[in-house]
């Protein structure tokens, strides 16, 4: 089975990249070869060990969207998909998706888009261009199937997975330490953390240490920021494994403000290590979490209300502390990347053999 895989860039700070990072890596031994286009990152070189053919295309980049870049896509995906017999292209964002499409129509190869999450439609292309759908929440595949976008029978649900190996010996936690790792675009929120950080009293504030983990074009502000509150926040810079970070700090915090969150991996990274996860309740965080059973949750763009969960977990390290060996319970047993693999590779036969 050869199966092309369409995404924007890979890069370490990228969801999706360690998505298909985890999906290439569980598959590679089920006889499906994987070829990859995407327009660049800093992340390709993760995938060298995975034996898997690597294009990079620039004009494939979604910031660099035109009528001319998106035939010229579309003509480099056909002639590849062409020479490298692909079977069925798997696209991961909605212009890529449509490069995709009009691929289809020309060589009548199978197309699978898997939506990481709803957003609202601008410009001329259109957000659900496939013959087979991947949604990875529960939100986005109702969503998907009462706007009749697809039968259902073409609509499967497959979580995010990760890697479930153990971490050896039980890391004891505390809660001195609160990471956020992230993308630092405006729309993941982490301005919150630093404001709900300089807003803590002394006190509570005394002994803890806040980092935020990351790059992105919204990084000056933040620091700008930062520096104007009294720098309540350190900042790492990109980091290509998060797993010895998430292994030092108790709370994880995932300030999101964006409407199309979809299922975020390092929620789930962060729970396979331990962490406390404190989210704001973006639009399908209840597929994963559920507030005051494995997570605290606030509310949506409310650094004050953000900054209420950290005091109360500063002050309630026991019961936060059942809280996150639930979720850390809850991600071993239903967010493994095998699982969701297998997943995958189900879907793919009854697309391809339908």
Known sequence: M???????????????????????????????????????GDAIDKFTSLDVNIKVYEKLNFYNRSVSNFINTSRYIYQFSRSRKIQIIHSHNHYIANAAA?????????????IHGLIQRKGLFKLYVSDYYIGVNNHITDFLKDNKIESAENIALIYNGIDIESNGNKIEKNFNKV???????????????????????????????????????????????????????????IKKSMESEFDSAGIFVMP?????????????????????????????????????????????????????????????????????EEFQKKVRNNFSSDVMAQRHFEFYNKVLFR
């Not at 092309?4 to 290439?24: A, I």
């Not at 691929?103 to 898997?114: D, E, H, M, P, R």
């Not at 630093?194 to 919204?218: C, H, M, R, W």
């Open 102 to 114: 009009l691929t289809s129509k020309l060589s009548g190869i199978k197309t699978v888009q898997t």
């Open 256 to 324: 999101t403000v964006s409407v199309s969150e979809g299922f975020p991996m390092t929620m789930l990274e962060a729970g396979k290590s331990g962490c406390l996860v404190i989210s704001s309740d973006f639009i399908g965080s209840e597929s994963i979490i559920k507030n005051n059973h494995d997570a605290l949750i606030f509310k949506l763009n409310d650094p004050d209300d953000l900054k209420s969960k950290l005091e109360f977990a500063f002050l309630n390290n026991d019961i936060c502390r059942k809280l996150s």
């Open 2 to 40: 050869n199966i092309l895989l369409l995404t924007n860039k890979l890069d370490y700070t990228d969801g999706v990249t360690t998505h298909l990072y985890y999906l290439v890596k569980n598959l590679k031994n089920k006889g499906i070869s994987f070829f990859i286009i995407c327009s660049g």
């Open 179 to 237: 990471i956020c790792a992230s993308r630092l675009v405006k729309e993941k929120g982490v301005d919150l953390l630093i404001k709900a950080a300089a807003d803590l009293n002394d006190t509570l504030k005394s002994g803890k240490e806040f980092v935020i983990s990351g790059e992105g074009d919204f990084e000056n502000e933040l620091k700008n920021l930062n520096a104007k509150l009294g720098n309540p926040v350190y900042f790492t810079g």
